[in-house]
């Protein structure tokens, strides 16, 4: 009777051991994923900060640190996200072909699906839609939802203007209309310094100084967009 009683006891004590391991096991998953995440990251935003390609080992590496954090949590934006953005690294140093980047477009589809309000992921999909499938139609739509969520994001901004810039002969008046306004308003902002680096990195300083001339001429606002956009 005693041992039937310490097998119950032992039976239960098992369960109760499995019940906490089960609870816990997602909590330890996320924890896990995140170590992989953090370090991928922070070698993107690197990546970002350079005109270099990142090293070829450099970039398996990183790889290889998101596809363990999305193995662990299939279903976190972020991380699908940012499998996206790595990709995309790794295609334009031509370590994936123009058939493998095709994949992105469900990394893209799942992360909005997942977060449909979150303005960054319009906008790096609109990003991937024109920059590497030449989907212009298709990335403007998602950019107008980047900006219905989040157009004061500098993020949005970034890839927007990216966007606009390397396809500015192909946009229709109307849409060269909205970049215009943007400029505008963004110039006026704590976004200046990039929306001026964007600018000169298109060549698009003589376009823009004009402009913003005719905008701002008579405000006191217009001596600081002449230095920061206009040709010397």
């Known amino acids: 009777m005693n041992q039937l009683?310490?097998?119950?006891?032992?039976?239960a004590l098992m369960l109760l051991v499995a019940g906490v391991l089960a609870l816990m096991l997602p909590a330890l998953q996320a924890g896990l994923a995140s170590l992989y995440y953090f370090p991928a990251q922070f070698r993107l935003d690197q990546w970002n900060k350079s005109s270099d390609k990142p090293a070829a080992d450099d970039?398996?590496?990183?790889?290889?640190?998101?596809?363990?954090?999305?193995?662990?949590?299939?279903?976190?934006p972020?991380?699908?996200?940012?499998?996206?953005?790595?990709?995309?690294?790794?295609?334009?140093?031509?370590?994936?072909?123009s058939s493998d980047i095709l994949?992105?477009?469900?990394?893209?589809?799942?992360?909005?699906?997942?977060?449909?309000?979150?303005?960054?992921?319009?906008?790096?999909?609109?990003?991937f839609l024109a920059i590497t499938q030449f989907r212009l139609t298709d990335a403007w739509q998602q950019l107008e939802l980047a900006k219905q969520y989040g157009a004061f994001l500098p993020e949005v901004m970034d890839k927007y203007l990216l966007v606009a810039f390397s396809n500015w002969p192909l946009l229709s008046v109307a849409q060269k209309a909205e970049v215009f306004q943007m400029v505008e308003t963004s110039?006026?902002?704590?976004?200046?310094?990039?929306?001026?680096?964007?600018?000169?990195?298109y060549g698009k300083e003589n376009l823009f100084c004009l402009?913003?001339?005719?905008?701002?001429?008579?405000?006191?606002?217009?001596?600081?967009a002449r230095t920061a956009v206009c040709r010397s």
Not at 5 to 11: A, E, I, L, T
Not at 60 to 69: F, K
């Open 187 to 201: 110039f006026l902002s704590a976004r200046r310094p990039l929306l001026s680096r964007r600018i000169k990195e």
């Open 59 to 76: 970039l398996a590496h990183t790889a290889e640190l998101v596809a363990n954090a999305v193995r662990l949590q299939p279903d976190n």
């Open 211 to 224: 402009y913003l001339q005719s905008k701002l001429a008579s405000e006191p606002t217009w001596p600081s």
């Open 103 to 127: 994949a992105n477009e469900q990394l893209y589809q799942r992360a909005i699906a997942m977060r449909p309000s979150w303005p960054v992921a319009y906008a790096d999909y609109a990003y």
């Open 5 to 11: 009683k310490s097998w119950w006891r032992r039976g």
């Open 78 to 97: 972020h991380y699908l996200l940012l499998s996206a953005k790595v990709n995309e690294w790794r295609w334009y140093s031509g370590v994936l072909s």
